[in-house]
């Protein structure tokens, strides 16, 4: 069983005073196709406050389950939606966040969530554009206000002089730069497809996990080893 984000659900439906999807947007299970699956044969589950459901790919029309849990009051439309949404089998080449969303700035976890969701929507265009807007907005916080004004291409140019970032590093962020203007800029000689999507996606999980992931878990192992050294101090005196 697997967790879907409630951004999946295009659409809800009032089912027996409870919110439940009308259909869902993933991968299939079976054969990867990007389709909408709308959930059929549903029933509740009142010891477990939830709702069982089934679909089929409307691809290769094999079977996949889908379970809704907590659904919201449906005769309260500020309560639409649920506590949790899974599906079985595990839908296939699903891109899930390599960083929290509460450990960044939270117009910065939006944009990286709009490269995850067009991605695995299979909007390759619309993932290019939204992994460039991720990168200037993650540029943008490492560098303040002072630069706030300049290109991309300047604002990059200066980020190592604000943040010790290895030079591979910045060769991937002007990479990605470059496959953001292909998404962002009509050509039908340029369009970008899933392998291109692929890649920008890639690399902004590289620079994420580099600025956040990386630069935490040195700082925790050099906490450690700090307490380490006064324990030990601690026990020659």
Partial sequence: MYELSLS????????????????????CPHCGRIVTLPLETLMHDPNRNSVSASSRCPGCRKKCHLWLVEPGDGR??????????????QPRALR???????????ALARAYQSCLEAYNAGLWAACATSCRRTLEGLVKILLGQEHSRDSLVEQLRAL?????????LMTLADNLRKGGNIGAHFDLEKEPNQPVA??????????????????????????????LGKQQESKQV
Avoid: F
């Fill in 96 to 106: 899930q966040p390599i960083v929290a969303a509460d450990r960044i700035n939270p």
């Fill in 8 to 27: 999946t659900v295009p659409s809800w439906q009032n089912w027996n005073n409870m919110w439940v999807p009308v259909c869902v947007d993933t991968s």
């Fill in 76 to 89: 309260d439309t500020s309560k639409r939606g649920s506590g949790h949404l899974a599906i079985y089998p």
């Fill in 160 to 168: 190592p002089e604000k943040v010790n970032l290895a030079e591979p």
């Fill in 198 to 227: 692929q890649a920008m996606v890639d690399l902004i999980d590289y620079i994420l996990e580099y600025v956040y992931v990386l630069k935490d878990k040195a700082s925790d192992l050099e906490e450690r080893i700090d307490a």
